[in-house]
């Protein structure tokens, strides 16, 4: 959600900072701004609504911004609609017109999140001579940052920690004084941000891709922390003003990652990426056909004494925990339960102490499920992380972190990363197994033997897209679509549906099989697609049945089932397979070909694939 970009060095500010903006639009956004100092008290400020091409078209590409100290910020409305006079950055003084141009204010900044008592803050500013421009929670912060400066006549770090502890909220603030205007101030809590330094120059960005380019040696600023950025120099400071010694971490992934690689789009080609990143991921955590997590922390010990598991996460990591209910429970013999990490942060969830809370996470900023990661630590419950960013927040707080290596995924719609997070809880299943002796060895390494092999099927599936696409194309008038499936097909089906509803905005629900009786029924009509995912051999006859039912009331059907349940051509009007394997983990196999059909369909609606309208990739404010 939103995105920031800094920068102060020997160059010119404006392009770098539009090159790390471009870099970010996966978040989502619907306007955009930079503001730039050339070493004078004044900057110029240039906003704009839309794609951030108009931009660079209205800066000539950043040239026509002298200056080598900039911010820049892609905004996803919160407070106020879209427009030119809410876009960021936003200043202390008053903005005329539409708020490009040169100014003269004490403090310019820009910030993601949501601040939740700028009312009350905005009140206490108007009675202190204040104006406002905007409808933004944004620029209440920077006044409010110019007030206690102004007030107490104190330096950059102390005003801006005087205004953090009145500000209620999640946020990731970027600030520039008049009086410093070789220097650029930085303040988070909750919303993400690091900050690079290379060659005697220094980088700000609320996601990694943003200076890939630059430095792969990064800084993560921690909650009710600050930043002091000078060029090739940054310090770091907590509330009370006091210098904070950090490590940098180096980013293993190259920019050249970060970048489509000569496919059409981030979405279809982080699907072929998959086969690798599982490889990966896999090879980070077996050894001679041998889990091990010790490398986290986690030991024999620790997983003998879970006495339950509770998962935690959204979206498609919800989705995840719910392939990963079925799998644990089956193999380790353990009780799962999935919670939304939203619903589960504002409830008062029974966990006993021997509860492992589990929360999946791809950016490990997620808001809710970083709320909830703090909830179980409050009550003293152990919590292990599997997530794909090192360094974020959840990997930060989190007792145990299992890391994906699914490496930059750009596409709001996830798809490798998904597919990683299900291949590290099926090892976690595997090892909570042997360790509580649930499973013998030769059933142990016939697992292990199995999800090795889950690549080279993958690749497999995408060698036969084409007939995916050719199908897409037929249904891409489809206003209503359901999928459907038994035990983890079901599992898989809500991840069907979701990458389905979420690029081609067709309405789709995911509905366990045998609760279409119960209601669901009543809305199949001629002609609406019902997709029956088939993966469990046990209920293949079951599922079936339903889409029977579905067929005699006029539905149009989809099968996704493995190689050898050929009778399913006799109902469907379409059926795709994948290659057998183990029941457990056929999932990852199942999703591929509704990925690919959820991308398709995009295509031929003609959509923006890889940034879906509405929708931003790390949802890092409630």
């Known amino acids: 959600m939103c995105g920031i970009v800094g920068f102060i060095g020997k160059r010119q500010a404006a392009p770098i900072l539009l090159e790390g903006l471009s870099k970010l639009e996966y978040r989502g956004y619907d306007s955009a701004g930079i503001a730039v100092r050339n070493g004078k008290a004044k900057a110029e400020i240039v906003k704009t609504v839309g794609k951030l091409k108009n931009l660079a078209e209205k800066t000539d590409d950043g040239k026509a911004v002298i200056g080598n100290c900039g911010i820049g910020h892609t905004r996803w409305a919160t407070h106020g609609g879209p427009s030119q006079v809410n876009a960021h950055p936003h200043v202390s003084g008053v903005l005329k017109g539409q708020g490009s141009g040169i100014v003269d204010s004490n403090v310019i900044g820009v910030h993601n999140g949501i601040i939740e008592n700028y009312q009350e803050l905005k009140e206490k500013l108007l ?15 920077i006044k409010l940052i110019d007030y206690y400066y102004k007030k107490y006549k104190v330096g950059p770090i102390d005003a801006i920690a005087k205004a953090m502890v009145r500000i209620r909220g999640s946020y990731a603030l970027e600030i520039m004084f008049s009086d410093y205007p070789d220097e650029i101030y930085v303040a988070r809590k909750e919303s993400p941000m690091i900050i690079g330094i290379a060659d005697g120059e220094t980088y700000v960005a ?107 996460a959204c979206g498609s990591a919800w989705h995840v925990g719910m392939a990963a209910q079925y799998v644990i429970e089956d193999i380790a013999k353990i009780p799962v339960r999935v919670e939304l990490a939203s619903e589960f942060r504002y409830r008062k969830p029974l966990l006993d102490k021997n509860t492992l809370v589990v929360c999946i996470s791809q950016s490990g900023e997620t808001a809710d499920t ?7 630590k409050n009550r ?70 199995e999800i090795a092999g889950i690549p080279n099927c993958i690749t497999k599936i995408l060698e036969d897209k084409e007939r995916l696409q050719w199908f897409a194309s037929k249904i891409v008038n ?31 629900e995911a509905y366990a099989a045998g609760e279409l009786k119960h209601g669901t029924i009543s809305l199949i009509e001629n002609g609406t697609l019902v997709i029956g995912v088939l993966g469990q051999d046990k209920l293949f006859e079951k599922t079936i049945s339903n889409m029977v039912e579905c067929k005699s009331r006029g539905a149009y059907l989809m099968g996704v089932t493995s190689f050898g349940k050929y009778e399913i051509e006799d109902i469907s009007d379409f059926v795709t397979y994948v290659p057998k394997m183990d029941s457990h983990f056929i999932g990852s196999l199942l999703v591929i070909p509704l990925q690919l059909l959820g991308y398709y369909v995009s295509v031929s609606k003609g959509l923006d694939v890889d940034k879906p309208r509405n929708l931003a990739k790390s949802v890092t404010v409630e």
Do not use: W
Request: glycine fraction near 6%; hydrophobic fraction near 40%.
């Open 206 to 312: 609320s996601d990694v891709p943003a200076i890939l380019n630059h430095t792969r040696s990064v800084y993560y600023i921690d909650n009710n922390e600050m930043a002091r950025l000078l060029p090739g120099k940054v310090e770091f400071y907590d509330l009370n003003g006091d210098i904070i010694e950090k490590e940098p971490v180096e980013i293993k992934y190259s920019a050249e990652a970060a970048e489509r690689g000569g496919f059409e789009h981030f979405m279809i080609k982080e699907i072929h990426e998959q086969p690798k990143v599982i490889q990966d991921t896999y090879n980070s955590f077996v050894k001679n056909g041998k889990i091990s997590f010790k490398d986290a922390g986690v030991d024999d010990e620790i997983l003998k004494n879970v006495s339950n598991i509770t998962i935690v």
């Open 478 to 508: 489809a206003k209503d679509v359901f999928f459907i499936g038994r035990g983890i097909d079901y599992a898989i089906s809500l991840e069907g549906s979701l990458k389905l509803k979420e690029v081609s905005y067709i309405h789709s």
């Open 127 to 141: 009675k202190n001579g204040y104006e406002f421009y905007s409808e933004t929670d944004t620029e209440v912060a």
């Open 370 to 376: 970083l709320a909830a990661l703090r909830e179980a």
């Open 380 to 449: 003293g419950n152990k919590t292990l992380s599997i997530v794909n960013v090192v360094g974020s927040s959840i990997a930060r707080e989190s007792d145990y972190v299992l890391y994906t290596l699914a490496g930059p995924e750009i596409s709001v719609a996830t798809t490798k990363a998904y597919s990683c997070q299900l291949v590290v809880t099926y090892l976690l299943a595997l090892e909570l197994g042997r360790a509580r002796e649930t499973i013998d060895e030769k059933a142990y390494k016939q697992y292990v033997d």
